[in-house]
């Protein structure tokens, strides 16, 4: 006979359920709801007087060409900052998993850019390879090489790209070296007895077993591009040369902060809200799949 | 004995103190914020002190908040949260989002009447005040740092080129022959710019008094629509483009990043504030000239004046009448000759008011540092038309970055000048519907 403990207590399980519910409603049922109802007004700058437009402020978005190319923008934005993140941090959480002497110089330093601002890391990469200012840009145009983010869409996007990859490695690398660190040796060692080599040990052995890290960081990752990285864009380049950097969160940002067009800030909001919630959904039905927990 | 020193301290202190605070509360506070960073803040900083020693019933506290469209968006947030300053100040882009919000400012000209404090709407220079006057001269808010675009050359530069390097070229014709030479001399960059939407096209159509956009540029009614799309507006774009694609003109960016290329020499010719003149003066090491913003001859009437950029000095409501006695005070101090002489005369921002300007000849500042006195000369050389008094367009900040990234099509060779300026004023447009729709 199957022992069972039960809790007769009817309102015991919504008590300890009710911190948790109630952090959700303030902190995203509510802001989410303020978000809808704002999509659907044209207010001015100083709140002084709104008006009910329905849906026009979304009309007004998706006919617009440049809001729809923009997704395109982000698209590329996402795959390749997620990409560059995780890769460069995968390798050096790898590196420094077989340092010995001086680890901790090493992890140290690897997570230090994690500390920076957004902004600020905008304006340091600025530094480096703004045309006009830039150090590195200056002996990138001595050799030759006609580097000009200022004027060309895609030297721009790489730019971006970099900087907000550089931003999260860090990150990245604090959990892939956790990762590391809790597979057990005894499994590597089994299999380099058995004589597997170093790339085909990682393949079929760590890398799997990274697996949950790995996912984990994807998702985080993609809302890191989707919604943090505007400092940097607006630091940067301001979402040009033309709209080639405008991705969707910056578009809110220039809007709702600079513009005060508020009404189409939430409206773009939303639509990011159910973007991003797709995104999610999908990540979890289909990628999840393949994650060895 | 101890016991007696601690009463009598105690009592000393119940009467002092009481009666030091009430002398600090005596003093009005005025908050004061403001975009003016680095060198220009310190400036600000050391008149409004000056302006504390002064008198001893106010005291303005000077706030900075960042850039303009920052501290625009701080003092909209702080109104919101019923926390507002008494003065802001705004770049001359807002000025239709602050007009248009009535109820949130209080008219510079209502404040001085209350005051009473004198004032004079005459005293001040036409082409700044009138961007910030009402239809029936009415003024709403301050003028306190406003520049025009001026053309700056590098002597060195003309000179190796094999060209006088005492050329004042007046017309863009005359730009064109001297940026050929150069380029055959082997420049890199015969010419750059600094802020292409307010020198190329705003200034642009009021110096050769074309409209920028219809109802008198927007100064008569928030339905104004853009038509900076003419043929004078695409000529000179279409001519900007060739440069660029000949290797005349070299774009730099949005804002003035040109500025650190022409300082360090790279870039021949530049068009900029004429507030860049204390940076270039302080960092440049080859001699320079500051000559007129050049204009386009087959134009009837040109050159008219130019139109100004910078920032004015908004008064929010919600205080109470005192401190706006104070704010009156303050702004009386502003406006006095010798603090707006100093001001032009340290940071090249124009003198707002003719006494200022007066004042600056008198002590022989022009004579000292030549090229000081073009944007002025250029500001009221004529009476200001509907098109050259000033540009008044809601939403205008995301208007210019329409402009910014339609003119970088051009510049890249995208797009030609026709289609990019169409494209601009077709967007534009709908950005000046929401923000008609916004206030109605």
């Keep these: ?293 | 004995m101890k016991f007696r020193t601690i009463v009598s301290a105690a009592t000393a202190l119940t009467v002092v103190l009481p009666a030091m605070v009430g002398a600090a509360q005596a003093q009005t506070q005025i908050q004061f914020w403001h975009a003016m960073s680095g060198r220009l803040g310190e400036l600000l900083d050391a008149q409004v002190a000056k302006f504390n020693e002064s008198q001893n019933d106010y005291e303005v506290v000077a706030t900075l908040k960042g850039n303009y469209s920052e501290a625009l968006n701080a003092g909209i947030a702080a109104f919101r949260a019923g926390e507002q300053p008494h003065i802001l100040q705004v770049f001359e882009v807002g000025t239709a989002t602050m007009m248009a919000a009535e109820g949130a400012v209080k008219p510079v000209y209502e404040i001085m009447e209350e005051a009473a404090e004198p004032f004079d709407a005459n005293a001040y220079l036409a082409a700044v005040a009138g961007y910030y006057t009402t239809a029936d001269g009415q003024m709403l808010s301050l003028p306190y740092n406003s520049s025009t675009p001026v053309l700056y050359l590098n002597k060195n530069a003309l000179e190796a080129a094999g060209l006088d390097p005492e050329a004042r070229p007046a017309t863009w014709p005359e730009v064109e022959e001297i940026l050929v030479k150069l380029k055959e001399s082997g420049s890199a960059c015969p010419f750059t710019t600094a802020w292409q939407s307010w020198i190329h096209l705003e200034n642009l159509g009021a110096y050769h008094n074309v409209p920028f956009a219809t109802q008198a540029n927007g100064f008569e009614g928030v339905d104004a629509e853009l038509v900076f799309n003419g043929d004078l507006q695409v000529k000179h774009i279409s001519k900007l483009g060739e440069w660029a694609e000949e290797g005349l003109f070299s774009y730099s960016g949005r804002r003035n990043e040109g500025g650190a290329r022409f300082r360090s020499g790279e870039c021949a010719l530049f068009t900029e504030s004429s507030a860049g003149y204390a940076g270039v003066k302080a960092e440049a090491d080859f001699p320079f000239t500051v000559t007129n913003l050049p204009y386009w001859p087959d134009v009837e009437d040109a050159p008219l004046n130019t139109i100004i950029g910078g920032a004015s000095l908004w008064v929010m409501s919600g205080h109470e009448a005192e401190e706006y006695t104070g704010v009156a005070r303050f702004l009386t101090f502003l406006s006095s000759p010798e603090v707006q002489a100093q001001w032009h005369q340290d940071t090249g921002y124009l003198p707002i008011t003719h006494a200022a300007y007066e004042l600056t000849r008198e002590q022989g500042f022009y004579e000292e540092n030549p090229g000081t006195d073009v944007a002025i000369k250029q500001m009221t050389g004529k009476e200001p038309t509907d098109n050259s008094k000033g540009i008044r367009l809601g939403n205008f900040d995301q208007i210019r970055t329409v402009i910014d990234e339609e003119l970088e099509a051009v510049w890249q060779g995208q797009k030609d000048a026709k289609a990019a300026l169409d494209q601009a004023v077709s967007r534009g447009n709908e950005l000046l519907r929401r923000f008609e729709q916004s206030v109605r």
Excluded: C
């Design chain 1, 1 to 293: 006979m199957e022992k069972r403990v039960t809790f007769d207590h009817r309102l015991l399980p919504y008590l300890l359920l009710t911190p948790q519910l109630v952090v959700t409603v303030v902190f995203f049922f509510w802001p989410a709801a303020q978000a809808l109802y704002q999509s659907l007004l044209l207010p001015d700058p100083f709140g002084l007087s709104s008006r009910f437009v329905w849906l026009s402020n979304f009309e007004y978005l998706l006919t617009d060409r440049y809001y729809l190319q923009s997704f395109t923008t982000t698209a590329v934005f996402t795959f390749f900052v997620t990409l560059v993140s995780m890769s460069v941090a995968l390798l050096f959480a790898v590196l420094a998993d077989q340092v010995i002497k001086g680890a901790g110089t090493y992890k140290t330093l690897l997570i230090w850019p994690y500390a920076v601002a957004p902004a600020v890391a905008g304006v340091m990469w600025l530094f480096m390879f703004q045309p006009s200012i830039g150090v590195l840009a200056f002996y990138m145009k001595a050799a030759g090489f006609r580097w000009n983010p200022v004027l060309d869409g895609t030297h721009a996007m790489t730019l971006v790209i970099l900087a907000a990859a550089w931003k999260q490695i860090s990150y990245n690398f604090l959990f892939f070296l956790a990762g590391l660190q809790a597979i057990p040796k005894s499994l590597i060692e089994a299999a380099a007895i058995d004589g597997a080599g170093k790339w085909h040990r990682f393949r079929t052995i760590v890398f799997p077993l990274l697996s949950p890290t790995t996912f984990f960081l994807l998702v985080v990752n993609v809302v890191y591009a989707f919604f943090e990285t505007f400092g940097i864009i607006h630091t940067m380049t301001a979402g040009g040369p033309g709209q080639s950097t405008t991705i969707l969160v910056y578009k809110v940002y220039a809007d709702g902060f600079v513009g005060q067009d508020l009404g189409s800030s939430a409206a773009q909001s939303v639509i990011l809200m159910v973007v991003v919630g797709a995104l999610t959904i999908i990540q979890f039905r289909y990628i999840e799949r393949r994650v060895h927990y």
